[in-house]
Structure formats: C-alpha cells, structure tokens
C-alpha cells in the first residue's frame, strides 16, 4: 500500500507540473535555435588597419565594446604597418574596409584604384610632428638641412613634412631622407641612424618621452590637420548596401560614446594603439571623433593631389573628380546632418 501511494504522488505532481517542464524546454530550444540563426546571420566583414595609429581609434572601439556584432557584423580586424598597405589589401580584395588617413587614399584612387570614401571618423589636431635628437645638432626647422630623417612615403608624414618644409623655405632635397615603416621609427632615433623623424600620434610622443631633453619637436597644427576615413571598394559598396551601413551605424555609436566617456574610451582602445592610458587620455583631447563627411574634407582631396602629381609625374589622372570617389548616400541615410558636401 504503501508502495503505490508512492508511485502516485510522484506522478500526480509529475503531471502537474508537466506543462511548465515542457514550456521551459521549448524556450530553452528556441533560445538555443535563435541563438544559432543569429550565428548563421552575421555578416562576415573584414577591416585593414594600422594596430600603432590613431587612425583606428573609433575601429578599435567599436570592435572592443560589441557595437559591430550588435549590427549582426562577424568582424576580422586585419594588421598593417602602413595606411598604403591597408589600401593594398582593400583594393587587392583581402579586405571589405579600410581606415586610413586621406594621403594613401588620394595615391591609390591617382594610381587608378577604384576607391572610394564612405565617411571621415576624425578630424586630427596635433597629430604629426618632425622629433630630432637635440645631440645630432637640430635646435630649429633649419639644422635639419643634411640630416638623416626618416618618413613614411606615400603617407601624410610625408605631405606634412613637405608642407614644413616650405613653410621654413626647405625643401626634401636639403635632407636626406629615409622611407622608414611607421613602427621603425622610434628604433632608428635610438640606434642613431635617424637624426630625426616626421611621424604621428602615438609614436610621436612616445619619441618626444622618451629622449626628454634630447627631444626637439616640430609641429604644424595650423597648416595641416588630417582626417582618418573609412573606406572601401566601389563594387563591394554596390554590391553590400546593408554591410555598410551596419558599419557605419557601429562607428557612428562609437564616436558617440567617445565624445560621451573620453576616459573609458581611451582605457579600451590603449592595448590596440600599444600606448598607455595616461597618454592617450591626454592626447585624445586634440581628435574631433565625428562620423562626417564635410566640403573641407573634399577641399583637402584636391590640394593634396596637385601636391602628388607635381611630386609624381607617373600620375597624369588630372581630371580626377574626387567628389565622385566620396560615397555619401549611406552616410546621409542613417545621419544625414553630418553631411555637408556640395553637389
């Protein structure tokens, strides 16, 4: 009797609360399925960027804080030591995107890549400066005449200088100059075969850091102030309308939340620029994070490629129209007040 006053009750509250086991179950699948068709959905897309610069700043953020994959983005994040090997692999198809500064950008749409700019992500203020050892004999612009200088060719280092450069009435051909990779430059002025460098944020402090004393710098925030682009393919742009907005959404809430929480935002990017947190809080005062596209950004375009073409007869693309190499329709669909260009 007892026995089977046993075997009821387990089976009378098994059935009372059969419904329940069975409606956890059914939620538990479908979290389980719904979990697996967000996988599946995820769109794979790939971005060349430069690990030492700034230029990937809102990248790195957006990256690190899920703000991609919240777009239902499976994002590769893709290392390069230089803004011209980032657009290699763009218009080589190794990579969907790119980030770089607008100097590789103008060389490689000069030098018939089908490129095209989707959006600015900053505009830089102090950004680049010429560092010199004091011991090699630099104390002004002048001194710098014979010297060995290392720079990037084919990046903004190199527009910059030059623009230095003609300001103290020089030019590159009273420097030696020397094409050095952007993270070779702070191991040639401690070997001492650089006298000086012409490099950018956050390498350039860090020079200016390390040599203290023996540091002079060169700065030209007045002259020239770079932006940091997003940028991709022509056919991939036609081709993935939703991939790029579902980036361009990503970055957009990304310099939100930059301009919003400057110091948690520096805190997160650091291990990708390799810099220190103190550092980069202070030096992310002097960066506009800003998705836009702006007519100053186009009036840049344009006068930079006068410089290149006088410095490369090879480029006879004179008529390169660069309003149609910026892609704007995207932007101008999810934050159209934060474009300004002229048609």
């Known amino acids: 009797m007892l026995n089977n006053l046993q075997l009821i009750v387990p089976c009378h509250l098994f059935g009372r609360w059969l419904p329940v086991v069975v409606s956890l179950f059914v939620l538990l699948s479908c979290d389980e ?12 897309v790939s971005v060349a960027a430069m690990p030492h610069s700034f230029t990937g700043y809102s990248l790195f953020l957006a990256h690190e804080k899920g703000f991609l994959r919240d777009e239902g983005l499976d994002v590769t994040i893709q290392n390069f030591s230089s803004g011209r090997q980032t657009l290699n692999a763009l218009a080589d198809r190794r990579s969907d995107f790119a980030v770089s500064s607008e100097t590789p950008f103008i060389h490689a749409v000069l ?5 095209v700019a989707l959006a600015t992500t900053i505009h830089a203020r102090r950004h680049l400066a010429v560092v010199a050892r004091s011991d090699s004999g630099v104390a002004s612009v002048s001194d710098l005449v014979g010297k060995r200088l290392g720079v990037t060719m084919g990046s903004n280092g190199e527009y910059f200088l030059d623009v230095m450069l003609a300001r103290n009435r020089l030019s ?13 430059m702070l191991e040639g002025l401690q070997s001492g075969t650089l006298d000086a460098v012409a490099t950018w944020n956050p ?11 023996n540091a002079q710098a060169f700065g030209l925030d007045d002259l020239y102030a770079p932006y940091f682009m ?3 393919r022509r056919d991939y742009v036609e081709e993935n309308p939703e991939a790029v907005i579902r980036v361009l959404r990503a970055l957009l809430r990304a310099s939100r939340f930059i301009q919003e929480h400057p110091a948690q935002a520096s805190s997160i990017v650091a291990k990708n620029l390799k810099a220190d947190v103190e550092t980069l809080a202070q030096l992310s005062a002097f960066y506009e994070f800003r998705l836009s596209l702006h007519q100053a950004l186009l009036t840049m375009l344009e006068h930079q490629a006068e410089w290149i073409i006088r410095k490369n007869p090879q480029h006879t693309a004179l008529s390169v129209n660069f309003l149609e190499r910026i892609h704007s329709e995207p932007l101008r669909r999810i934050a159209p007040h934060n474009v300004s260009l002229i048609k």
């Open 33 to 44: 399925s719904r979990q697996a068709v967000d996988e599946v959905a995820l769109i794979p």
């Open 111 to 115: 030098a018939g890549q089908d490129l």
């Open 203 to 213: 390498q350039m402090t860090k020079a200016r850091q390390q040599f203290a004393d």
């Open 230 to 232: 997003l940028l991709s």
């Open 172 to 184: 590159a051909d009273d420097i030696e100059l020397v094409h050095t990779a952007p993270g070779a």
